[in-house]
């Protein structure tokens, strides 16, 4: 069982950051940002393997990055020029064939 717990999120205005971290109880090999916004599912942002191979979201390329650091078990993401779109709960997530995700964090971008 992996326990993962979100920080960092809130509010900010259209074209600001805000970081994200996430805390795990221990690091599998694919490890992952997803968000989910009012009324949609739930989709992947960006994930990022031990082997530091990242993949992400076409509308968050360029503009978000998504890094681990496993000697402390944390998973990071950098939001750069932050849009309205991308208003969402921010779920960490851990595992491919298993799936853990942590509570979630809300980050909310005005115009």
Not at 42 to 47: E, L, S, W
Not at 64 to 89: C, G
């Amino acid at each position: 069982q992996v326990q993962l717990v979100e920080s960092g999120g809130g509010s900010v205005q259209a074209g600001g950051s805000l970081s994200l971290s996430c805390a795990a109880s221990f690091m599998l090999n694919v490890m992952g940002w997803y968000r989910q916004a009012p009324g949609k599912q739930r989709d992947m942002v960006a994930t990022i393997t031990s082997g530091g191979l990242a993949n992400y979201e076409d509308s968050v390329k360029g503009r978000f990055t998504i890094s681990r650091d496993d000697a402390k078990n944390m998973v990071y993401l950098q939001m750069n020029r932050l849009k309205p779109e991308d208003t969402a709960v921010y779920y960490c997530e851990a595992g491919v064939t298993r799936v853990y995700w942590g509570q979630g964090t809300q980050v909310t971008v005005s115009s």
